[in-house]
């Protein structure tokens, strides 16, 4: 599936935002609807499924069984005079979401969620976009990498991350790493969650000098009692919560 070139689409309603689903439903489990095998979101598209007066931003999935490439705009935003921000979800067995522009809040409601789901990721620095406007449907490696630029954004934004891994293949157990900081320091409390297959490995800090950060991290989500939870820099929630399993 591509959504590429200037290519809108909208869901949105004045009094909630309505569902958007490209390649399958949320983490491509609805057999009533086809999963792609790959997706792909070009740079310049917009997707929208926002409340405009009052009501909750939409649900908004994309999804592959393989790659899913996503560089566009996303948005599931809570109404301007009331109202919760929506559920976004971004997923793939390989997931590239590198300059992706994700907005799931609200001015006067909950922030929304923002889930992403594919094998082993790594949260890291921002590896480069090598092309955002040519579709790309191959799976380059299992391994994926969400920069801290999106993730601390969205945290900014009010918006709760939910990144969460499955069982991968042979060396690619479902482990997700933190190996660049997580700042959070503008906007209303938010929550990130990390919820991994295998082993949780939080290697920079994670902290927020503006509004509550509730953590939650959870290895061997399975529980198959093969996950570890291993927290090896600093975390400071700003009066967040703080809940850490494995």
């Known amino acids: 599936v591509g959504v590429i070139g200037e290519a809108k689409i909208d869901a949105s309603g004045t009094a909630g935002g309505g569902a958007i689903l490209i390649g399958g439903d949320y983490q ?11 997706t792909f979101v070009g740079k310049n598209a917009e997707i929208n499924a926002d409340a405009t007066e009052k009501g909750d931003g939409g649900r908004l999935i994309v999804w592959s069984d393989e790659a899913t490439r996503v560089y566009g705009s996303i ?12 559920f976004v979800e971004t997923s793939g067995h390989y997931l590239d979401v590198e300059g992706i522009s994700v907005n799931a809040g609200s001015a006067y409601g909950k922030g929304g969620v923002w889930l992403l789901d594919p094998f082993n990721v790594t949260v890291g620095l921002a590896q480069g976009l090598l092309d955002g406007f040519t579709p790309n449907f191959i799976a380059d490696v299992i391994n994926s990498t969400v920069s801290t630029t999106a993730i601390n954004t969205a945290l900014d934004s009010g918006i709760n991350v939910l990144i969460q891994t499955g069982a991968g293949q042979s060396a690619n ?5 933190v190996n660049a900081d997580i700042k959070k320091t503008a906007g209303s409390d938010a929550t990130l969650t990390l919820s991994a297959h295998n082993d949780v490995n939080i290697n920079s800090s994670i902290n927020s ?5 509730n953590l939650t991290v959870i290895s061997d989500s399975d529980l198959g009692g093969a996950g570890v939870t291993n ?9 967040g919560g703080l809940t850490a399993t494995g």
């Open 28 to 38: 491509g489990k609805n057999p009533e609807v086809q999963n792609a095998k790959a």
């Open 75 to 86: 948005s599931a935003q809570g109404g301007a005079l009331g109202g919760d921000g929506g």
């Open 173 to 177: 157990l479902g482990d997700v790493n």
């Open 209 to 213: 000098t503006f509004g509550k950060l």
């Open 231 to 239: 927290i090896n820099s600093d975390i400071n929630t700003n009066g």
